[in-house]
């Protein structure tokens, strides 16, 4: 299974690449995982499985298990700024 994080620093469009590009391209090019726009809103349980993996809040997560053909896509800024005690370095 094919993965893509994208990074997205903080005040570089991150937002608008989430709701006018990776959102409306989910199902047809990738399978879109990231935070949904405005950030309010529900999100995904395999987004939020995965931030609990990079914030250091758990360690176990198997992404072969995700049954899909097309290549997961998360996009989230937060991974690039300190938060929930994790500093961004160890994110």
Not at 16 to 29: A, M, N, P
Request: charged share 25%; with cysteine; glycine share 6%.
């Amino acid at each position: 299974m094919k993965a893509v994080i994208h990074i997205g620093l903080p005040k570089t469009a991150t937002t608008s690449l989430q709701k006018s590009v990776f959102e409306v391209g989910d199902g047809k090019y990738w399978r879109y995982i990231g935070v949904r726009q405005p950030r309010y809103l529900r999100q995904n349980t395999l987004y939020q499985d995965l931030m609990r993996v990079i914030c250091g809040r758990e360690s176990n997560l198997d992404l072969n298990s995700q049954e899909t053909s097309l290549p997961i896509l998360l996009s989230e800024e937060m991974i690039s700024v300190d938060s929930d005690g994790v500093t961004w370095q160890d994110k």
